[in-house]
């Protein structure tokens, strides 16, 4: 099902994809198709009928007789919307794509069907009435909403693959799912479209479907279900606090149960345009999806895959309200990794673009733990981490906050330093620690002697304990070997 389709060769087919004597005249040239509507029994018996057409993987339509519909631009202005109408019904039908062989000419018919109805959309070269405005949607539903295939690591059980040497999953029957995201989009953002009347058919029931999808593993799926729900979200202002709240749950399902989907980066880099909208002062309710929602989102070990996003997120808050750079940073250190460096680095990046939107009095409130954790960072022993942490004093605001405070930072940080240069296997580690330290001894250099002494004491008390240890060892083994020669 990973495969895509083969494209059949132009000496293979003809200027409209079928092989050669397999066209008859009615079914192509400048015509699409309709389903026969008395091979459908029960279905409609009218135009006007918007009963569901059978789902076909092969018998239904196999059975159907098709028969030519012509181009909109072919018919009168008077006949388009009953047109119109038919190449939805038309439409409905689906197709299994999994065998590339079966029942080709019907999925290009589908297919040309497809391009008209998107082409008339963009065009605006008329304005669809509302009974085909819901036929459409509800064509649209019936396309895009479907169970989605089981993950990867489902097959495999595997929960730990890296996205990098994992084959991408290309959904087979893309080459009509894109038509169809490309229709949806082109309606939403049409100027013709009328959110007062659209909104009865992209209704909360049509989001939430919506949503589900994005759990597709297919990348180009996901990227139009964001410009789609994202173009939704600016033109239904109605629809803006349930999307949040939908997005909300899908987060709280992510890091509490399943831990497992595909589409947060995606949901994220929507909310990232979200937030940069947000008016000030902040509401308590957008607050509150930071503490719950975001920060939680730290948790999950898939957070590589969405860091970014998240990232930005974070950010966007703090610059729009400084006073929360202490409950984001209080986060981060809450959900601070213990074992896993790579995502230890990760932190420190993001702690970095928080800082920089920090003020003093913030940082104030959170630099005793904050520096806490960075100097247990100094001394990790895997050198990316210890590297990315001593880059933080590359950051000019970072070392402002820094120097204003170095009465209290430096002594949290000064016996991570020294134990670096005396002992880090790294030598950009141990470069990079020498340059700090220097840098915090021309900053103050009778604090930096007062820590020095400190410091210095400090290993004398640890080495004479040493001494007294082994003093105490070394009794205890004479008078077990006494007791012995008795």
């Given amino acids: 099902m990973k495969r895509g389709q083969r494209k059949p060769s132009k000496s293979d087919t003809d200027g409209f994809g079928y092989p050669p004597g397999n066209r008859n005249s009615e079914s192509v040239s400048t015509s699409n198709v309709v389903v026969n509507q008395s091979s459908r029994a029960a279905a409609a018996s009218s135009p006007g009928n918007l009963g569901p057409p059978p789902v076909s993987g092969g018998t239904a339509a196999g059975s159907a007789a098709v028969e030519a519909l012509p181009m909109f631009r072919d018919v009168p202005v008077s006949e388009r919307q009953h047109l119109f109408l038919r190449k939805c019904q038309v439409c409905c039908f689906q197709f299994d794509f999994s065998d590339t062989l079966k029942m080709v000419r019907e999925k290009e018919i589908k297919r040309l069907n497809l391009v008209e109805l998107v082409d008339y959309v963009q065009s605006g070269s ?25 993950s990867s690591h489902e097959h495999t059980g595997s929960e730990n693959v890296e996205a990098d040497e994992e084959e991408p999953y290309l959904d087979p029957s893309w080459p009509h799912l894109q038509l169809v995201y490309e229709l949806l989009l082109r309606y939403v953002v049409s100027s013709d479209t009328d959110a007062k009347v659209a909104k009865r058919y992209i209704n909360h029931s049509f989001v939430l479907n919506l ?105 966007q808050f703090v610059e729009k309200d400084n006073k929360l750079a202490d409950t984001v940073i209080t986060g981060l250190l809450r959900y601070w990794p213990i074992t896993n460096c790579n995502k230890e680095t990760l932190f420190l990046g993001e702690l970095e673009e928080v800082l920089e939107a ?125 007791n012995q020669t008795r």
């Avoid at 949503?211 to 279900?225: A, G, Q, T, V, W």
């Avoid at 937030?275 to 957008?286: S, V």
Wanted: net charge neutral; with cysteine.
């Fill in 126 to 150: 008329g304005k669809i009435s509302e009974s085909n405005q819901e036929e459409m949607v509800r064509m649209i539903s019936v396309n895009i909403f479907r169970g989605l295939p089981p």
């Fill in 211 to 315: 949503l589900e999808m994005f759990d597709s593993e297919d990348l180009r799926e996901r990227e139009y279900l964001k410009t789609i729900l994202h173009r939704i979200y600016g033109k239904f202002m109605v629809h803006r606090p349930f999307i949040r709240k939908a997005i909300n749950n899908i987060f709280y399902r992510f890091i509490y149960e399943t831990q497992r989907h595909n589409g947060i980066g995606e949901l994220l880099e929507i909310l990232g345009s979200i937030i940069n909208g947000f008016a000030l002062p902040l509401k308590e309710e957008h607050k509150l999806f930071l503490m719950r929602a975001l920060i939680p989102l730290h948790k999950p070990k898939s957070i590589a895959m969405y860091h970014q996003q998240l990232s930005y997120c974070i950010t």
């Fill in 358 to 482: 920090t003020q003093a009095t913030e940082f104030q409130r959170c630099m005793v733990p904050l520096f806490r954790q960075i100097a247990r960072c100094l001394n990790s022993p895997h050198f990316q981490t210890a590297e990315r942490a001593l880059f933080l004093w590359n950051n000019e605001h970072i070392v402002s906050l820094i120097a204003q405070n170095r009465n209290v930072i430096l002594p949290l940080v000064f016996e991570a330093l020294e134990n670096n240069i005396q002992s880090h296997w790294n030598q950009a580690v141990h470069g990079l620690t020498v340059n700090v330290r220097k840098m915090f001894q021309e900053m103050d250099a009778k604090l930096f002697e007062e820590c020095q002494k400190q410091y210095d004491e400090k290993q004398a008390h640890a080495s004479e304990a040493d001494k007294q240890r082994e003093l105490t060892w070394q009794k205890l083994a004479d008078a077990a070997a006494a």
